[in-house]
């Protein structure tokens, strides 16, 4: 029971903070194309955390120095769509799509808090990814808006500067440089991507052309 003592501001402030926080999982990538090494990563990340979701959120356009060659955002868009269209944890997440230009994740997450305020952000990434979280933009803050989740790689450390909640997952050795590479050799990539992707990528004669 509130008491007469007790300030608006302070009867707010508890009622908020006895909602019940979404706690969302965010995979951000090119996608190009989306794997089951993605899919894999995902769901024991989700499993593991006890996520109320996981959102697959391509970017727009990698922000980094060797910038990777991709394809059409909205085919990349559509393959993430048939990847994850069979399972109920996974979403997906256009709010970089949407903004366009480079893709900062401070400037991502920034936004995602201020539109959705309940939420708690989990962002996944690979062990070998944390080493180079010093050279993220804005990572001291960014570090105070989500908690980041890596994915244990054998060979790269557990230990980092910035907190890291660290999640077993099976190895699983697929890059998609590699399923790019296979399909303009004109091999297959069957098991290496989810069925409804390789169909995409026939379809729309994707990867033909060695990049």
Known sequence: ???VNQTATQVVAEMVTDIPQKRVGILGGTFNPPHLGHLIMAQQVG??????????????????VDEKKAIAA????HMVERAIAD???????????????????????????????????????????VDYLHT???IDDLVKL??????????YPTTSQYPVMWVDAPLVDIS?????????????VKYLVPAAVEDYIKEHHLYEQAN
């Open 47 to 64: 499993d593991q955390l006890g996520l109320d979701e996981v959102r697959f959120m391509p970017d727009a356009q990698p922000p980094h």
């Open 1 to 3: 029971m509130k008491t």
């Open 176 to 188: 998609s440089t590699q399923i790019r590479q296979k399909v303009s050799r004109g091999h297959t």
């Open 136 to 138: 993220w933009y804005r």
């Open 146 to 155: 989500v908690t980041f989740v890596g994915i244990k790689r054998n060979g």
């Open 87 to 129: 399972n109920p944890l996974f979403k997906l997440e256009t709010a970089e799509l949407k903004r366009g230009g480079k893709s900062y994740t401070y400037d991502t997450i920034k936004a995602l808090k201020a539109q959705h305020p309940e939420v708690h952000y989990y962002f996944i990434i690979g062990g070998d990814m």
């Open 74 to 77: 909205s085919d990349r868009q």
